[in-house]
């Protein structure tokens, strides 16, 4: 089973700065397995990016993902108030999905 | 509007059953797959069930593997989660997700608000 380990576990940032969150992968896997989440308390959880740099519909180009192999980055250009939240990463496999523990991006 | 309901959450004791529903509405339910997903307090999402749009394939976390049953109902749009054998460490906010394919890719692009299950005594 793919462990995906995301870093750091929080991140305290100011409005206006960039946010550059990390999703590493136990083994190496397909770019498009790869996605990410954004979970605001009491909502829903909103799809971010899918195939590791795709932005779904919707989504500001301040979000942006890359990276392949085992190493995936998710930066958000720009922080505004609505965009401190936790943010998943998630792997699909063999009939399994596993998602990151999580980052949480929080107002410094 | 695209939109996810869930309903069926409350109280029930360890070992006692419950039933989850997700009702789906402003797309043709009858032609995606759709998933169940949850979150423990204080932790993070956790993936429970995948089930196929035609029912033919179904999918289970192995930590709920024979106690939880996923099915649908494509006449009434609705997706359930059958909670069997429940256990303490499944107290959860439950959501269902829709699983979409972009091409090579795939991922769940549509969450509903989810709904809350509590196993206590």
């Known amino acids: 089973e793919i462990v995906l380990t995301q870093s750091p576990g929080t991140l305290s940032l100011s409005p206006g700065e960039r946010a550059t969150l990390s999703c590493r992968a136990s083994q190496t896997i397909s770019s498009n397995s790869l996605a990410w989440y954004q979970h605001r308390p009491g909502q829903a959880p909103r799809l971010l990016i899918y195939?590791?740099?795709s932005r779904a519909t919707g989504i500001p180009d301040k979000f942006s993902g890359s990276g392949s192999g085992t190493d995936f980055t998710l930066t958000i250009s720009r922080l505004e108030p609505e965009d401190f939240a936790m943010y998943y990463c998630q792997h699909y496999g063999i009939s399994l999905w596993t998602f990151g523990q999580g980052t949480k991006v929080e107002i410094k | 509007e695209v939109q996810l309901v869930e309903s069926g959450g409350g109280l029930v004791q360890p070992g006692g059953s419950l039933r989850l529903s997700c009702e789906a509405s402003?797309?043709?339910?009858?032609?995606?797959?759709m998933n169940w997903v949850r979150q423990a307090p204080g932790k993070g999402l956790e993936w429970v069930s995948y089930i196929s749009f035609s029912s033919s394939t179904i999918y289970y976390a192995d930590s709920v593997k024979g106690r939880f049953s996923v099915s649908r109902d494509n006449a009434k749009n609705s997706l359930y989660l059958q909670l069997n054998s429940l256990r303490a460490d499944d107290t959860a906010v439950y959501y269902c997700a829709r699983y979409r394919v972009f091409g090579t890719a795939s991922a769940f692009d549509i969450w509903g608000q989810g709904t809350m299950v509590t196993v206590s005594s």
């Open positions: 402003g797309f043709a339910f009858s032609t995606y797959t």
């Open positions: 195939g590791a740099s």
